[in-house]
């Protein structure tokens, strides 16, 4: 016999199985024993969070003959056929795979046929948010005015994507990442029921893990069970297998960035770079370790927030004693602009260096973070007698940077264009995500003619990503979708010695400042 998934093993059958959501089945169990049972639901909320099977839950009660407090008999034919997926009243969709015009076109013919068994034709389309404009424009009537005995119910992750006709036909059901309590405790009464014998500690984490997601949660299980099949499965497995990293290896190195021990803290990643650990988890992993550090610090009874041993909060207030709040926030701050740059970099090694060394030599940098922890440090010397000797660098860029910014007029109507995408401009790569929204950073738009803009790069390596063609048509098409302007990007490197500071303003208001007329060249 082949083996089964532990998430399909353990899916929900009935109402009472679903963990975490019980405002959204109360809300349907009430619905379906008072019999007012809308036409058209929209389950939204992130993946693994059981939208899908409380939507194959709901289209049993509707169809069971002997419903009980609202949730499928499961014993009647109507609900054994919906289970074996041999029912015809029941058909579920991929929208990802079958997201044309065709396919939605099929379903408003088949919905005049009344269901040939139960009470009701449940139409369950997952990934709704797939569908092309076409289909969606296909669903819209039947949505709007369905048989009385049809059903639909539409399922996705992204509902910012359904256009706003079809969320105003839908009852919206937003579902809730599970708490780690929650998913812990199912994870904890599965493998009793499996008899498998895992660690307090090794579910804690795997919940953790998760992220809210109990399907994720139950693949990551059955990942450390088959890699550890017949042995208890540990805290220290799990660890293994996930590729995480211990706490104890966060506080070794937490007290070397705050120690400024740059070797200690190169040393302590070339470790888990030859155990194998994941580099993008542990960055995340290390967020979540600084934000316990401030919690701990900052709120009045923080240890029961922290879902951690006593032995793990003993640590941590260990570590916390050499730093302030401040510092902490920092490192907060810097580590999730890597998490960012990570997820879409090739050599993430070699951005964790760079990250920990201007940690630990903060005098590297010029931002006003970095200059506080310099004074910091300056002051720790202080106090301990150590005279701290001056470091003279070279300044890269002339004096005349320094200078007062140049007023330059521009015509109005491309003044308007360049207000408008510098007011927006951090929301557009924002939105556009992915590389866009790592490579754009610290970019500066300027005017470059009638309907045109070129944004300016300080970084080589982030300008070969932002100047190619896919690229910048992708921002052309944004700009023209959202704000209704046809405006075409160039882009260019900076120069090293020049000035970004120049202020575009409007002739006429160029001509009010300085009390002269203004002769504009050709």
């Not at 949505?143 to 009385?148: A, G, R």
């Not at 063609?469 to 882009?491: L, M, P």
């Not at 202020?503 to 400042?513: I, R």
Request: net charge negative.
């Amino acid at each position: 016999m082949s083996y089964t998934a532990l998430y399909r093993k353990w899916r929900p059958s009935s109402f009472s199985d679903v963990k975490g959501q019980d405002h959204i089945v109360q809300t349907l169990k009430n619905q379906i024993v008072s019999g007012r049972i809308g036409h058209a639901y929209l389950f939204c909320g992130t993946r693994g969070t059981g939208k899908t099977s409380i939507a194959k839950i709901f289209a049993r009660s509707v169809n069971c003959e002997h419903p009980s407090d609202g949730s499928p008999c499961g014993e009647c034919e109507t609900c054994k056929n919906i289970a074996a997926g041999a029912s015809l009243n029941v058909v579920e969709i991929d929208a990802a795979s079958n997201n044309g015009v065709e396919n939605i076109r099929e379903i408003r013919d088949q919905v005049q046929y009344p269901p040939t068994e139960g009470r009701y034709r449940v139409y369950i389309i997952d990934e709704v948010h797939m569908l092309s404009t076409g289909a969606f424009n296909a669903l819209l009537k039947t949505l709007e005015e369905p048989p009385s005995y049809v059903i639909f119910i539409l399922a996705t992750t992204e509902v910012q994507k359904i256009p706003v006709t079809v969320l105003s036909r839908c009852q919206r059901y937003d579902f809730k990442r599970i708490t780690v309590e929650i998913i812990a405790e199912h994870l904890k009464n599965l493998t009793e029921a499996e008899q498998i014998q895992v660690e307090d500690r090794a579910i804690t984490y795997i919940a953790k893990a998760a992220d809210g997601a109990l399907r994720d949660a139950l693949s990551l299980l059955d990942q450390c069970i088959a890699f550890h099949y017949g042995e208890v499965l540990t805290y220290d497995n799990v660890l293994d297998v996930l590729g995480a990293v211990d706490i104890t290896v966060f506080g070794k190195l937490f007290r070397a960035v705050t120690e400024n021990r740059t070797k200690d803290c190169i040393s302590c990643l070339e470790e888990l770079v030859i155990q194998g650990r994941e580099l993008g988890q542990f960055v995340v992993d290390f967020i979540w370790y600084l934000r316990n550090l401030l919690i701990l610090k900052s709120v009045d009874g923080g240890d029961a927030l922290l879902d951690m041993s006593t032995e793990n909060q003993i640590l941590l207030r260990e570590d916390g004693r050499s730093v302030d709040q401040e510092t902490i926030l920092r490192y907060i701050r810097v580590f999730s602009d890597l998490a960012n740059q990570l997820r879409y970099a090739s050599q993430k090694r070699v951005l964790i260096e760079v990250t920990l060394i201007k940690l630990t030599r903060p005098q590297m940098e010029q931002n006003l973070d970095s200059l506080i922890e310099r004074i910091k440090n300056i002051e720790k010397q202080l106090e301990q007698g150590i005279v701290p000797k001056a470091e003279v660098h070279q300044k890269e860029e002339p004096v005349q940077e320094l200078a007062a910014a140049e007023r330059v007029s521009l015509p109005k109507g491309q003044l308007e264009d360049l207000n408008l995408i510098r007011n927006e401009w951090g929301k557009i790569t924002r939105e556009l995500g992915g590389p866009i929204r790592a490579s754009f950073r610290d970019t500066v738009v300027e005017p470059a003619g009638e309907s045109c803009l070129c944004v300016v790069f300080s970084d080589q390596s982030n300008y070969m990503i932002g100047s190619r063609e896919t690229t910048i048509r992708e921002i052309e098409r944004y700009v023209e979708d959202h704000y209704r302007k046809s405006i075409a990007f160039k882009t260019r490197l900076r120069d090293g010695a020049e000035r970004l500071n120049t202020v575009y303003v409007s002739e006429e208001e160029l001509k009010e400042n300085i009390l002269m007329d203004i002769t504009i060249e050709e």
